[in-house]
């Protein structure tokens, strides 16, 4: 999975997708043998507009929690698909709205239903 886009690939606007992904009996099997299987498979998987934010080994139900950037659902569920079969995971995809968005913005109106975008700082991305 590539390197972040800074919020937006271009001048298209794009959203968060969170991809909890669990590996299949034959992945687990080849991910013992070749334990970057995973990231080589997230690597190779190209869908036009989805940028790869980041891939985590996680604890707990999951095996692996991937963080893409993706201009629509439709490349956010092509690219899921894709990386599901060459890394032999089943993939739980999740769009993620930041929680900023939910709040109401000043000056009246919800985010959501008016279409807004919050600035950089608010897009839930992590603060250095």
């Known amino acids: 999975m590539g390197e972040a886009a800074g919020g937006a690939l271009g001048d298209e606007a794009v959203a968060n997708y969170?991809?909890?992904m669990t590996l299949t009996p034959e992945g687990r099997e080849k991910v013992l043998a070749d334990p970057e299987r995973v990231l080589r498979a997230g690597h190779e998987t190209n869908v036009d507009g989805v940028q790869g934010l980041g891939l985590?080994?996680?604890l707990g139900p999951y095996d692996f929690v991937g963080i893409i950037e993706a201009p629509d659902n439709d490349a956010a569920a092509r690219y899921?698909?894709?990386?599901?079969?060459k890394a032999m995971v089943h993939i739980t995809t999740l769009p993620a709205v930041p929680v900023a968005l939910l709040q109401e913005q000043s000056g009246g109106?919800?985010?959501l239903a008016t279409g807004a975008e919050a600035s950089p700082?608010?897009?839930g991305d992590p603060v250095a």
């Open 56 to 58: 985590y080994g996680v």
């Open 18 to 20: 969170i991809l909890l």
């Open 80 to 85: 899921s698909m894709q990386l599901g079969v």
């Open 109 to 111: 109106g919800d985010a």
């Open 121 to 123: 700082g608010d897009r």
